[in-house]
């Protein structure tokens, strides 16, 4: 019982946490460095931390809820905000970032929300497609956590696991390893003679994170690809956003500048 509830129900709340705090951070330091930084990069930021917190401490309702359909209808709920809302959200406010707060072109914007929506609207499809039925994975003084199960009433279709995971390859992965191209480039590039002498610094934080972030979902796609397409494997990247929640908290809470102190 102790792994499955820390699996399903503890590891999610605490990254949900985890990115509860960064926005509470972005909103705290917001207010001085975005006057520096520009307001709109910080505001994107912040609401895409906070769909992220929503985004982890939901997750345990795809168990405790009930049976089918509940879990994969929380499931679809879920992966459609990150899909569709978080994932383009953070690209676009870091597409602010290193423009320094130019006016993005609307065609970029559309571009990425547009492709987020089908990505998700692809996941979503196939959810419908194969889960047909759920599970119990644990009970406890008469609670009960339930879990998806994929194709219940017949051969596992290879060809729905593989869209299932190429739509998420796009959305998020592809979307942040975009994100992580930008901040390299814009962290090498970055002056190093700039008052703003802890930039890069704060750069590269980010970037060890986004690619924590990458790096683990690809781990537990392919795991999932390579054995069974267990909704536990997951764990991997809830894991792996903690650490990189906590990479980018502290990319946050670094002051731009050491000097002056009224930069900080």
Same mark, same amino acid.
């Given at each position: 019982?102790?792994?499955?509830?820390?699996?399903?129900?503890?590891?999610?709340?605490?990254?949900?946490?985890?990115?509860?705090?960064?926005?509470?951070?972005? !909103?705290?330091?917001?207010?001085?460095? #975005?006057?520096?930084? =520009?307001?709109?990069?910080?505001?994107?930021?912040?609401?895409?931390?906070?769909?992220?917190?929503?985004?982890?401490?939901?997750?345990?309702? $795809?168990?405790?809820?009930?049976? &089918?359909? +509940?879990?994969?209808?929380?499931?679809?709920?879920? #992966?459609?905000?990150?899909?569709?809302?978080?994932?383009?959200?953070?690209?676009? *406010?870091?597409?602010? +970032?290193?423009?320094?707060?130019?006016?993005?072109? !609307?065609?970029?914007?559309?571009?990425?929300?547009?492709?987020?929506?089908?990505?998700?609207?692809?996941?979503?499809?196939?959810?419908?497609?194969?889960?047909?039925?759920?599970?119990?994975?644990?009970?406890?003084?008469?609670?009960?956590?339930?879990?998806?199960? +994929?194709?219940? =009433? *017949?051969? %596992?279709?290879?060809?729905?696991?593989?869209?299932?995971?190429?739509? $998420?390859?796009?959305?998020?992965?592809?979307?942040?390893?975009?994100?992580?191209?930008?901040?390299?480039?814009? !962290?090498?590039?970055?002056?190093?003679?700039?008052?703003?002498? $802890?930039?890069?610094?704060?750069? !590269?934080?980010?970037?060890? *994170?986004?690619?924590?972030?990458?790096?683990?979902?690809?781990?537990? =796609?392919?795991?999932?690809?390579? =054995?069974?397409?267990?909704?536990?494997? +997951?764990?991997? &990247?809830?894991?792996?956003?903690?650490?990189? *929640?906590?990479?980018?908290?502290?990319?946050?809470?670094?002051? %731009?500048?050491?000097?002056?102190?009224?930069?900080?």
């Amino acid at each position: 019982m102790f792994p499955v509830f820390l699996i399903n129900i503890a590891v999610p709340i605490i990254a949900g946490v985890v990115y509860f705090m960064m926005a509470y951070e972005v !909103r705290k330091v917001g207010k001085i460095r #975005q006057i520096i930084f =520009g307001e709109i990069g910080y505001k994107k930021v912040f609401d895409a931390f906070v769909l992220f917190g929503i985004y982890f401490t939901t997750r345990p309702l $795809q168990n405790i809820i009930g049976p &089918y359909p +509940w879990p994969m209808f929380i499931n679809c709920i879920r #992966q459609f905000f990150l899909m569709a809302i978080i994932s383009p959200a953070i690209l676009v *406010g870091i597409f602010y +970032w290193d423009s320094d707060e130019g006016e993005l072109p !609307r065609a970029v914007k559309i571009a990425s929300y547009s492709v987020g929506f089908l990505m998700a609207l692809i996941f979503i499809l196939v959810n419908i497609s194969a889960i047909d039925s759920s599970k119990i994975i644990a009970s406890f003084n008469g609670l009960k956590l339930y879990d998806a199960v +994929w194709f219940a =009433g *017949g051969p %596992p279709k290879t060809e729905f696991i593989l869209i299932h995971l190429v739509s $998420q390859l796009i959305s998020p992965v592809g979307f942040f390893i975009l994100s992580v191209a930008i901040v390299r480039r814009r !962290r090498h590039n970055y002056p190093s003679d700039s008052i703003y002498n $802890q930039m890069s610094l704060k750069w !590269r934080y980010l970037e060890i *994170g986004l690619e924590i972030f990458v790096v683990s979902m690809l781990v537990a =796609g392919l795991a999932a690809l390579l =054995g069974h397409y267990y909704t536990y494997h +997951w764990v991997i &990247y809830f894991a792996g956003a903690i650490i990189s *929640g906590l990479l980018e908290l502290k990319s946050v809470k670094i002051p %731009p500048s050491s000097v002056p102190k009224d930069l900080n």
